[in-house]
Each structure stands twice: as C-alpha cells, then as structure tokens.
C-alpha cells in the first residue's frame, strides 16, 4: 500500500544524478576578489561584490566594491554600496553607502547616497549627495519598465 511502484521509480531521477541544489531565500551574489598580489588594469563589471586587497586600474562596475586596506583602487566607479579600508582615487558613483573606515583614504569626484567617515578616515576632492532617482545607473538595478 505504501511502497512506490517500480515503473514510478525507474522515471525518476536519483538524489545522487540530480546533483545537489540548495535553496536560499536570499539571492545569491558573487564574489570577485583581487588578492593582494595581483595588479589588474582593465574594466570590471559584475552584480556581486568586488573585494580589492590588490592593485586596480580602470573601470569599475558593480553592486558592492570592498577596498581592503592594503587596496589601492585608481578607477572610475559605479557602485551601489563601497567600503574603503585602502585607497581610493578617481570618479565615483555610489547610489547607496559609502563608508570610509579608519585607515581609508578617498580622493576624487564623489556622488554619494549615504556617507560614514570613522575618525581617522580621509577624503578630499568634490563631494554631491546624489538624488535617489540619479542613482540607478546600473542597469542590473533599474527597476522593471524603467529606460
């Protein structure tokens, strides 16, 4: 009464040829990292998380760039969230946060949503709080119906 029938069964897959898939209720995002020995000059665009603890040149796109201390980033930059620990010098767009932690320097053209300096934080150049509707430069966040 409760045992599968064998034509039933031999249809279906096995857990083992299925391959495991796991669920998150959270989007997945991946991570980029540029390790601290590598020098990278070029463009970068992703929708994940870019962590720099290396050298970076050129053009970067993404939805969160992560300057470590040892970082030292010279690019132009589109982000939603960044967070600077090294250091940065160059033109950014950051729609969301941009935190300068203690040992980070920042140096540029800055349009910002939401900005944190710890003390000790450096950040020099022109700063213009940007206008929510402004900041969606990416395309990976326009929202559904917007050109």
């Not at 409760?2 to 897959?13: D, F, G």
């Not at 729609?95 to 910002?112: D, H, K, P, Q």
């Not at 710890?118 to 050109?147: C, M, R, W």
Request: charged share 25%; proline share 3%; glycine share 12%.
């Amino acid at each position: 009464m409760w045992q599968r029938s064998k034509k039933k069964s031999a249809e279906e897959p096995s857990d083992s040829s299925r391959g495991k898939i796991f669920r998150s209720p959270f989007k997945m995002v991946e991570t980029t990292i540029i390790s601290d020995s590598s020098n990278f000059k070029g463009n970068i665009e992703t929708e994940g998380t870019l962590i720099v603890h290396g050298s970076v040149k050129g053009i970067i796109k993404c939805g969160t760039l992560e300057i470590l201390q040892e970082g030292n980033v010279d690019a132009q930059v589109e982000a939603e969230n960044v967070s600077v620990a090294g250091k940065f010098q160059g033109e950014m767009l950051c729609s969301g946060r941009l935190n300068i932690l203690s040992t980070g320097t920042v140096i540029g053209e800055i349009a910002y949503g939401r900005l944190s300096i710890e003390s000790g934080g450096q950040l020099a150049g022109n700063l213009t709080k940007s206008k929510p509707k402004d900041t969606a430069v990416l395309p990976l966040y326009q929202e559904i119906g917007q050109s």
